[in-house]
């Protein structure tokens, strides 16, 4: 077998010469023991901060869309921009899971559960502004198409606005499949170590009396792969939804053709940068450093490099076409973009998304922690500049220039987007604390032990 | 109803693969093998027919993107033509989006309930079958007691000699 000979003269994945039973008490113990006072002190931090964002959207809604600060001529700004954020970052759990499982990138076992439960969680945190912008959001059904008796009463089908209801509702129960048939085999290691009680308990449901036969891995292993062939598609197809919420109307700034991959291509930049920085914290707090290793890291980093290399490429693109097409309304956006009243946030993305990941061309900087996680941080910050660039500046000096218009936004909306960081860390937390947070299974397959003591 | 089992554990993955082949090649059918991950080339070397899951994908599928299509072409022609800026009713790039997210959601939901039901996993059944260990560090070949004591005793002795840790006579359930 040329193929085994050639992997086994790979470096390890994993160090310190973990055996099976390692793996499965390294995972599995975290989440038998009780929670440790950082984990507290972490849970009540966000929950606080979800609960600021509980009573402000109360307070929203009681009140209505008045209470932002949108005007208008700016009719879309920080919810959307929010809500683009946090789809964005919940690109990277499925690319990682999906698509680097189709390119056989081993290396994807360590970090791909936490990294799908965080796009649920994203996609949760995304889903919530469209909802509260309709400022009715108990009329929410009105967006499924169903049987009604309001004359023949339909959707527009022909609506990009709906494409992204059925783009982001289909994304999430797949994501959340997926995620669950990785977890079952987890679920079933997890049940056989309970002594009894609770957790014995519930684990016996959830992991649908699983025993490891081959027959049903043989099958499993299928459905994976076709789970990994449809998700990657569609993971493509969510950012191009999104994006075409923009490209397909006839706002400068918005109308441009480049839009679906470049909002695809951002949307794992962000993602990744997302995974990273909670990786690093969460790989130091649950000791889990022999398994997210820096070589870990490192290919991340790649990722990050790549995908705001093309990013950086998208903003170029941009700037060209504009000046190119000699369309004067579109050519004064992007010098508005850069030179008006919103010039800051335009610098700071270029700043945080194109400037700062240029550090990581150097291995060094790449397996240096602080480092990454510092380009991580302001990649995030970045990616949240982005979306309000495009979202904001384009909108508010439009082709009238009597009705020109300037954006702030309100305590409510700002709690809010507090509220949304809240749910995630809130959710991610919990997701610590009661499930294996590194894919068991998936990870015994890539150890090889024997083959290494041979 | 109990049946009587011969398993033989291993603790290695690559012994596992060679005993299976080895029990198998002396003519004795494996019943099952029971593993905490899944181990490259056991298919083949239990003699498993490839699943058809692939199939299953494919049909849902195509039946959520016909569907999909023709309920938005139905909803646009038929119940509720609206005219968008003169546009033609039954334009087909518009509807392509959702037909493409409704061919998704239903090959994946659809393989996956395929699977659990052909696989019987479904919430709070019983894990029947559960050898010591199979979900941590221990891989187990179970052969079904009903090939006769001679051929139990040839499977001990070939799994005995490819690194069988410990072989055991169990009941289980059926």
Known sequence: MIETALEFERPPLIDGGKTYHDVTEDVCSPIEGGPTSAWYIAIALSSTALLTGVILVTHQIWTGIGAWGLNKTVGWAWDITNFVFWVGIGHAGTLISAILFLLRQRWRTSVNRAAEAMT?????????????????????????????????????????????VFAISTY??????????????????????????????????????????????????????LLAGLSTPLVFSVHTVVSFDFATSVIPGWHTTIFPPYFVCGAIFSGFAMVLSLMIIARKVMRFEQYITLKHIDAMCRVLLLTGSIVGLAYSTELLMAYYSANPFEGFLFLNRMRGPFWWAYWSMVFC?????QILWFPSARRCIPVVFIVTIFVNIGMWFERFVIIATSLHRDYLPSSWS??????????????????????FLLFCRVLPMIAVAEVKGVLEPSRRES | MTRRVLVGFFDDPHRLLEATRAVRGAGVEIDDVHTPFPVHGMDEAMGLAPTRLGIVCFLFGLTGGFVALMGQLWVHTVSWPVNIGGKSFSAIPALIPISFEVTVLFAALGTVFTFLFRASLFPGRAATRLFEGVTDDRFAVVIDGAVGPGRIDDARQIMVSHGAITTELTEVAE
């Not at chain 1, 469209?130 to 198409?145: D, E, K, N, Q, T």
């Not at chain 1, 957790?199 to 081959?214: D, E, H, M, Q, T």
């Not at chain 1, 300037?406 to 959710?427: A, I, Q, R």
């Open chain 1, 353 to 357: 998304n194109v400037v700062v990941p």
């Open chain 1, 172 to 225: 999430f129960i797949v994501s959340a499949t997926f995620w669950y048939v990785g977890l079952i085999p987890d679920l079933a290691t997890v049940r056989d170590r309970a002594k009894g009680g609770v957790r014995k308990f519930i684990f016996s449901i959830v992991s649908l009396g699983w025993n490891g036969s081959n027959r049903t891995w043989s099958r499993y292993e299928k459905l994976y792969l």
């Open chain 1, 120 to 164: 649920l969680f994203a996609v949760m945190c995304a889903g919530i502004f469209p909802l509260i912008h309709m400022g009715r959001p108990w009329l929410a059904f009105w967006m499924f198409p169903y049987p009604n008796f309001r004359g023949p009463l339909w959707l527009n089908f022909r609506s990009p606005l709906l494409w992204d």
């Open chain 1, 406 to 427: 300037y954006y702030s936004p309100t305590y409510v909306e700002v709690g809010t987007l507090v509220g949304s960081f809240g749910l995630f860390f809130t959710c």
